[in-house]
């Protein structure tokens, strides 16, 4: 058999007997075949403890195998999932002269004995077990992934991250949900990805790239592991971006980096909040009001999660299909409508959100995509009830995301640290008009003083010492890192920047005698809009 893989690499597998009746079959580079040492090697240790090769004989095994061939096939061999020539790759669907090898852990694989009925209803149950509205926005991202080619999303990925305190469920119904491309997820912890101590990123980096156009789960992020929020805004960037590190061979050449298009689902109990760029490529879900029957419902869909493979199947035979290919086109006309429509919302709900227009392309993406599940002739009639559920799940989604994402910005986070040390007491601003300013020179301990408050009730702010007390009350890390011409940047957006200088934003002025470079600020930024 010549097996050929997708980078063009050519091998001979070579099955037989031996003269004595031993079982052969082995895997050798094509290139070694006419290797006399290397083919030898190749079949002492596979012929068995008497299977003998003779002196000389080693020159004749080659000619002697392809005289003794009389059929051989062609097979191509994939190491991923995907698509490949309008054909979705997945174990146990594949097309004649087709291979598809995945690591032993990516339980990824079709279940011809799944019944479609049966996973049909665990299906149902999975949607009401934690909550119409929480589940369904949710589950439409493990049906996006394998549609996201056909639409042109690849580029357009985003992250899924489930969030809830402990006990409300969430590793549980995403094995669940997994269990769509694979029958063993639901019932075996040990195929999950843990954060963290369960693995590096750099081994969940290796794991993407061979789940294209699949839902990777990447469980239980903490942020006091796995390199903490750091690791995980890298790692979401590095899947999400669409390719693997970059490495050198051993001749210091640039290797091939391998393409990544999973879709990451991340679970944990605290969600990374502190880049804006990271939160606006995931789509937030919390976890919290359940019914009171949720671990009922969620054990019936464990119960025939061994059916939701027939769910997934038939999900990826509608997207081969051209049925199926004309519905995604359909469907995308709406897309920019529905961009548009979410972005303006998104700034009606809070006009100082960030990156607007990525949020509201993940949020009309997994629209779009509901809109095409509805479509399917067998998943269409038990999703169709809950289109009301649906549209308020994705409309708390996009509230929660425009919070976020405007909370998350550091100037907000670096203003509301100046309002605290102010309120506490911690940091003092004095009255320039006061009789404590005039009998004050700089010569003498400040007390905390932060800057000065003009007539105007702005106020000068001295840049460093603000800084540093800022960075003694949030910690080193709060403000991921945001360098102050960029923190003062979004402060003049905000609308926070008094005057600035002729060379910058800070002013030079006259404090105290002596000229020093201060930062200006409105009233605003010290008291709070509306005080």
């Known amino acids: 058999e010549e097996i050929i893989t997708e ?3 050519v091998s001979f597998r070579l099955q037989g007997k031996t003269i004595l009746g031993e079982e052969i079959d082995t895997l050798i580079p094509a290139g070694d075949m006419e290797e006399q040492r290397v083919l030898k090697a190749t079949l002492s240790a596979v012929s068995g403890p008497r299977g003998t090769i003779y002196p000389r004989m080693a020159q004749h095994l080659a000619p002697a195998i392809r005289m003794l061939t009389s059929d051989w096939k062609k097979t191509h061999r994939y190491e991923r999932t995907g698509w490949a020539d309008g054909t979705f790759l997945l174990p146990g669907r594949e097309r004649e002269g087709i291979q598809i090898v995945l690591p032993p852990k990516l339980a990824y694989r079709a279940h011809p004995a799944a019944d479609l009925s049966l996973g049909l209803e665990a299906l149902e149950s999975l949607i009401r077990s934690v909550g119409v509205e929480t589940s369904l926005p949710a589950l439409v991202a493990f049906f996006q992934a394998p549609m996201a080619h056909l639409a042109k ?3 357009e990925r985003y992250g899924l991250f489930i969030q809830s305190r402990t006990g409300k469920f969430k590793t549980s119904w995403c094995q669940v949900a997994l269990s769509l491309y694979g029958p063993e997820f639901a019932s075996h912890d040990e195929l999950l990805h843990k954060w963290g101590e369960g693995g590096t990123r750099n081994a969940i980096m290796n794991i993407a790239t061979y789940l294209h156009d699949m839902p990777l789960l990447i469980d239980n992020f903490k942020p006091n592991t796995g390199d903490g929020v750091t690791g995980f805004v890298n790692l979401l960037h590095n899947i999400l971006e669409g390719s693997d590190k970059e490495r050198l061979d051993r001749n210091s050449k640039l290797r091939d980096s391998k393409p990544i298009y999973a879709w990451p689902i991340f679970t944990g109990e605290d969600v990374p909040d502190n880049d804006p760029a990271s939160l606006a490529r995931i789509l937030l879900t919390r976890f919290q009001d359940q019914p009171e029957d949720a671990g009922y419902l969620l054990g019936q869909a464990q119960r025939n999660a061994e059916h939701l493979p027939a769910v997934g199947c038939s999900w990826l035979d509608f997207l081969e299909s051209d049925e199926g290919i004309q519905c995604v086109q359909d469907a995308l006309k709406e897309f920019e409508p529905l961009r548009d429509h979410y972005r303006d919302h998104l700034r009606r709900l809070r006009d100082d959100a960030v990156n607007i227009q990525r949020v509201a392309t993940n949020l009309a993406t997994n629209h779009i995509t509901w809109q095409v599940l509805n479509q399917h002739p067998h998943i269409g009639p038990v ?29 907000i986070q670096w203003i509301r640290a100046l309002r605290e040390l102010v309120a506490s007491g911690q940091g003092i601003i004095i009255d320039r008009s006061s009789k404590e300013y005039q009998h004050r020179d700089r010569k003498q301990d400040k007390d905390g003083s932060l800057g000065i408050r003009l007539e105007d009730h702005s106020v000068w702010l001295f840049p460093e010492i603000t800084h540093k007390a800022i960075e003694q009350l949030l910690g080193p890390k709060a403000l991921a890192g945001t360098s102050h011409n960029t923190l003062y940047k979004q402060l003049d957006d905000l609308g926070y920047i008094a005057s600035k200088g002729t060379d910058g934003t800070l002013v030079p002025k006259n404090v105290y005698g002596t000229t020093a470079r201060v930062l200006h600020l409105t009233r605003q930024a010290i008291t709070g809009s509306g005080e």
Not at 385 to 404: K, N
């Open 383 to 411: 999703l169709a009830p809950f289109s009301a559920e649906y549209e308020a799940g994705l409309q708390r989604i996009a509230a929660e995301m425009a919070h976020v994402t405007a909370e998350c910005v550091a100037a």
């Open 7 to 9: 980078s063009g690499n």
């Open 153 to 155: 999303w690849r580029s």
